[in-house]
């Protein structure tokens, strides 16, 4: 595609639900960001996939979060048991290559009530 | 800490008016730094970035950035600002062989017309 893209763009849930937000890289882009950003902050990183391997997941907050990124394009971020506290907009970035400039998504906002 | 600071979390401006928005970092070692925008209703965009040599980078838009590694700064500036340049600017910053962003909180940027 042209861009990123991330589906949903806005997911209501209740708190203890299991949440799934897809992101579609621009193609060919080899690796792949998740950051989360809450109300007045700047992003936070979770995660790095380069290819299908999560090169770095040491800014997942908690064993709730998971991501994949099965087929080396596109990835899901799952949360278990959502709290409250996950309400956040969940951004992902792909670029072509490691130190190239990253191209976000508009993001997923996630509302836990 | 490795973090990133932006000094003013709101500025309003005429148009005309000049623009410079601060931005200070803590990072040990060789770093890259970022400038992006996020208009209202966007994704984010990559505005400028230096990774080395001239320390005055000129980004799109007419915006520009002048690293000052004595300083550990990296301020963003434009000499004449217009309505379209309300948005959200945020600085960051990654260690030059690292991939992790580090974020600033943002600047909400408002320009009266």
């Known amino acids: 595609g042209a861009g990123v893209s991330q589906t949903p763009s806005n997911k209501v849930t209740e708190k203890g639900k299991y949440v799934e937000l897809r992101c579609d890289p621009i193609s060919g882009h080899t690796a792949l960001y998740w950051y989360r950003q809450s109300l007045g902050q700047g992003p936070e990183f979770l995660i790095y996939?380069?290819?299908?391997?999560?090169?770095?997941d040491s800014g997942l907050p908690n064993d709730r979060f998971f991501a994949v990124r099965p087929e080396g394009s596109v990835s899901t971020l799952k949360i278990q048991r959502t709290e409250r506290g996950d309400s956040a907009v969940y951004l992902c970035?792909?670029?072509?290559?490691?130190?190239?400039?990253?191209?976000f998504g508009q993001g997923t906002r996630l509302t836990v009530v | 800490a490795q973090s990133v600071s932006q000094h003013n979390h709101h500025v309003i401006l005429s148009e005309a008016a000049s623009l410079e928005l601060g931005c200070n970092y803590s990072y040990g070692g060789t770093v890259n730094l970022f400038w992006y925008v996020q208009y209202p209703g966007q994704h984010l965009q990559l505005l400028l970035k230096y990774f080395s040599g001239d320390p005055l980078v000129k980004g799109i838009k007419g915006f520009e950035a002048e690293f000052i590694k004595s300083k550990f700064s990296f301020n963003l500036r434009k000499p004449s600002v217009q309505w379209s340049d309300t948005a959200e600017y945020f600085c960051a910053v990654k260690g030059a062989s690292n991939y992790q962003l580090i974020w600033g909180a943002g600047t909400k940027l408002i320009i009266k017309p």
């Open positions: 970035a792909s670029s072509l290559l490691l130190n190239t400039e990253a191209f």
């Open positions: 996939f380069q290819g299908t391997g999560a090169a770095d």
